[in-house]
């Protein structure tokens, strides 16, 4: 199977905060902003593998900031990396101001999703070649992020996690 590039599963979507999406302080409401990474996010694993994919986790999302109401909101995810049947994706969420244009990133999230055939079993997924400095540290932490939730599931000895190793011992490996 022919790996594939980042660039390949670039997804972006955007929206306008309407009334009905916000919460009681005009605030575009955490959980209308969860739904639009989840959908964008498999987008983004669709486009790397050519397949159905499922949600398997959200394994980190950070509002670093609120989104007021009229605010402009453009999501963008990729793969970050790929492994045999699942997938990493970023999702990085900008918002722009409607009167100014100005646009800056002010949340994240990280989703783990698994390619499944028809009868809803994992199915081999292409790897990825990251090609930037911002890939390639994607694609480096990945591992480690699986690595701390393969050990937190009790499916890895903490002993075996090589890449998290590395992060705090020097030259022991």
């Known amino acids: 199977m022919k790996s594939k590039t980042a660039k390949e599963s670039i997804s972006i979507t955007t929206y306008v905060v309407l009334p009905n999406d916000t919460n009681p302080l005009g605030n575009l409401f955490g959980g209308q902003l969860l739904a639009w990474m989840d959908v964008i996010a498999s987008?983004?694993?669709?486009?790397?593998?050519?397949?159905?994919?499922?949600?398997?986790s959200v394994n980190n999302v950070s509002f670093k900031?609120?989104?007021?109401?009229?605010?402009?909101?453009?999501?963008?995810?990729?793969?970050s990396r790929a492994f045999s049947s699942s997938?990493?994706?970023?999702?990085?969420?900008?918002?722009?101001?409607?009167?100014?244009?100005?646009?800056?990133k002010c949340n994240q999230a990280i989703y783990t999703f698994v390619a499944v055939d028809q009868n809803g079993g994992p199915?081999?997924?292409?790897?990825?070649?990251?090609?930037?400095?911002?890939?390639?540290?994607?694609?480096?932490?990945?591992?480690?992020?699986?690595?701390?939730?393969?050990i937190l599931a009790g499916?890895?000895?903490?002993?075996?996690?090589?890449?998290?190793?590395?992060?705090?011992?020097?030259?022991?490996?």
């Open 43 to 56: 987008v983004s694993a669709h486009r790397h593998c050519k397949r159905v994919v499922v949600t398997a």
């Open 65 to 79: 900031r609120p989104i007021p109401e009229s605010s402009i909101v453009t999501l963008e995810a990729k793969v």
């Open 87 to 104: 997938m990493e994706v970023f999702v990085d969420v900008f918002v722009e101001d409607p009167v100014t244009g100005v646009r800056e």
């Open 123 to 150: 199915i081999q997924v292409p790897e990825l070649s990251p090609e930037t400095e911002e890939e390639i540290e994607r694609f480096h932490g990945a591992m480690r992020r699986r690595e701390l939730n393969l």
């Open 155 to 173: 499916k890895m000895k903490p002993s075996e996690a090589v890449e998290i190793k590395k992060l705090f011992l020097d030259d022991a490996l």
